[in-house]
């Protein structure tokens, strides 16, 4: 019997996952499909709830706005759901859905797959929602010597930096990028549209700096392409999916 | 954005549906995909709920056992199920679930690619069930001279006789299969399973008689093998899908 998969968002039509997990269903040979699912936020518990009572349903990746939402109807969550209060992925058990969050983990393991050492590194995260939560979970885990964070919303970036620190990250402090900055990550959506500010200035980072974004599309933001033409390295969006593919699919008990 | 469709049933494995909407998608290049859905009986409201949620869900077949209770949780329902009390193509409206009924007219349809004239002629059915309702309702409709019923259990095929005659179809009576019949039609579920018993007994049946079938896996029945060591015509059970295809397309608003 074909395993039913989803990824559900709005807007959907940027999602790459279906493409990554059905070229992987195939390669492999398993009886499944991922299919994108576009869903409001009214919606999300309803799809959720009648998700679950399709036998073959399998799993759910969770992308942009849901996350948090999703992690407010699990039965169970992981300790990285816990801290962050996000989610991107589900999967049915008896008592509900499960969920875990595989965002940070892909994005530090996208960077340490460039030979990259985030050991003792200082970092910047600008947006402290659902994507940034993730990757600052994920960096401080790595022990990074510390983590700038900033947001559009002060309290924002506030209120996370709280959590970091009451679960034992201390170095944790809020600022923007600046010259000390080894890694700048921007964790917002800004850049998906051609007409979108920058998220941050790259003009004062220092030469040997890297910035990393989480947008997926475009491939090549305009930050991305700002801090090349300045001479920095540069890390596209992609390879936070790319690099937490395999722990999404070990997730939904594929072989 | 991708328009999802499925199909509804349990179990699931063996339908056909999948694979011809999903080939006819590729062909006239519609980003579309329909995916199997494994549902249970109890959980059928709550999955037809959580469906009209996902704002890209598109339209749903309906298949066994759901076919009575999905005509149940429509908004809108067409004529034919109404009479029927089966539906087997739902699709999401600002309303509800908008459902229609495509198996008798496709089973008809098939009859009529091999050139068959239905009119006039004395047609049996055995099974008083969804897919006999439908059946019986599409052949009436095209002014056969007279329908025979049946069913294992007798209050059954009485029931579908007398709501048949309440909507003015007078030439129903609950016979089995004989000698008069030109058109004999298994509308059981009886020929799925290798050691079915047959659902009627093809000796009694004259040289030129027509057996049918609507059950789709396997193609040839053990009752279509029978008909056919005894010199009789068959009609296998996967026309009647192939030929509704185009009007659920229809129905389900694609190009």
Known sequence: ??????????????????????????????????????????GLRTVLTGLLSIK??????????HKAAAAGLLS???QRVEITGVANAL????????????????????????????RERHCSLVGAGGAGAAVAL????????????SDVQPGKAGALA???????????????PGDDTDIAVNATPLGMNANDPLP??????KQDAIVADVVMKPARTRLLVEAQGRGLRT??????????????WKFFGLP
């Open 235 to 248: 890390h596209e969006g992609r390879h936070m999916l790319d690099c937490q593919v395999s722990m999404i």
């Open 76 to 78: 169970a969550k992981s």
């Open 200 to 205: 941050f200035d790259v003009l004062q980072l």
């Open 138 to 149: 994920a960096l401080l885990d790595r022990g990074i010597a510390s983590l700038s964070l």
């Open 56 to 65: 073959s349903f399998a799993g759910l990746v969770i992308t942009i706005p």
């Open 91 to 118: 999967r049915p058990s008896e008592s509900g859905w499960e969920g875990d969050l595989f965002d940070g983990e892909g994005f530090a393991l996208g960077l340490e797959a460039t030979g990259m050492v985030l």
């Open 162 to 176: 709280e959590r970091l620190r009451s679960v034992g990250y201390q170095c944790v402090r809020l600022a923007d």
């Open 1 to 42: 019997m074909t395993k039913l998969f989803a990824i559900a968002g709005d807007p959907i039509a940027q999602v790459r996952s279906p493409e990554v997990f059905n070229k992987r269903f195939q390669e492999q040979g398993v009886d499944a499909v991922m299919v994108p699912l576009h869903i409001t936020s009214d």
